[in-house]
């Protein structure tokens, strides 16, 4: 049986929110605040910015059928659109503009644990 495109998406988003929820759990756990999540803006959205220490960290979320697909799913994330989407968050969050600012990726795959890459790229 053929699954419509529609159902594809429908599927592909409720398991991205499953992994979104995930995350955060994971973040949480490791002491970082959720500020936000799946926020979005004219140029593009970010899964979740969270804040540890004097940190603001912006957080991409990949799910992969395995963990050995992490490569392709860093050579998959739209840079330009989080860093885009940063900049608004933090035009309209000046008191954070001055903090350090991080990228971080957080790959999650059935049976594996989560691979939380800090710093994954930078901004510029």
Known sequence: MKRSSSNLRRSAERSGRFAEAFARLYLR??????V????KTPGGEIDIIARKGDAVVFVEVKMRRSGADEYD????VNRRRIVRAAQFFLAKNP???QKHLRFDVIFLAPNAWPHHLQGAFEAG
Do not use: M, T, V
């Open 95 to 97: 008191e954070l503009a």
């Open 73 to 76: 799913a860093l050579a998959s």
């Open 29 to 34: 756990l490791k002491l970082y605040a959720i």
């Open 36 to 39: 936000e999540q799946r926020y």
